[in-house]
């Protein structure tokens, strides 16, 4: 299955790319956040697929007090697990707290509480499908992979937690704006996972 990662960052070359056909068999759509709603909604629109994403800590339009703040015919997959596809997912949206009144921002035990949250779901999903986890997408990398010395993009250790105890197929993610690509890898190998800095964009085939 061919999968479309976006992230970040609006990439204006997608949009003649998607109406000229050349994602016609891409059938999920991922996003890790830090994206304005009506990119998303376009994708949707455009190439007919699930589109799941998580909130970034720029999220334009993101309120989470607000219930109909989400992508129109998209879903918001912070704190959930959902079955798309035939595949398991989970998300968890947010970057590391860096300021007192920043929106969608967690200290590092606020995180691993909402990673913990997703344990019974992801027990079930064992029980009923024989995997925990297929793809785990998050708005910020895990702790020491692809992150940076700063508060605001400092890895979170909740996921890596969670990779090492869920053991998805796919760890996707953004937030940390990728532009060394010789110098910076943006795919790193943990156990069985492929953790992948989706920054802007990726076309993932999973197998
Ligand atoms: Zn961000």
């Known amino acids: 299955m061919k999968i479309l990662a976006v992230t970040d960052e609006t990439v204006e070359c997608l949009y003649p790319l998607a109406a000229s056909g050349h994602f016609a068999d891409v059938e999920l759509i991922l996003s890790c956040g830090d994206l304005p709603y009506t990119y998303l909604e376009y994708l949707v629109t455009l190439l007919n697929v699930p589109l799941c994403y998580v909130p970034g800590n720029h999220d334009p339009e993101y309120n989470p007090r607000v219930a109909a703040s989400c992508a129109e ?30 929106v969608n921002q967690y200290t590092q035990s606020e995180m691993r509480r909402r990673a913990w949250g997703l ?89």
């Open 119 to 207: 344990v019974p779901s992801l027990l079930w999903s064992r029980l009923r499908h024989g995997r925990r986890l297929d793809i785990l997408i998050t708005h910020s990398p895990p702790f020491g992979i692809h992150d940076e010395d700063t508060q605001a993009h400092r890895g979170l250790r909740a996921i890596n937690w969670l990779i090492r105890w869920a053991k998805p197929r796919y760890h996707l993610h953004g937030h940390v704006h990728f532009f060394r690509r010789n110098l910076t890898p943006s795919v790193t190998r943990l156990g069985p996972t492929k953790i992948i800095n989706v920054f802007p964009y990726q076309v993932i085939e999973f197998q």
């Open 73 to 102: 015919g998209c879903e918001n997959l912070d704190g959930r697990v959902a079955r798309v596809r035939g595949l398991t997912l989970a998300g968890l949206g947010g970057s590391p707290r860096y300021h007192p009144r920043g």
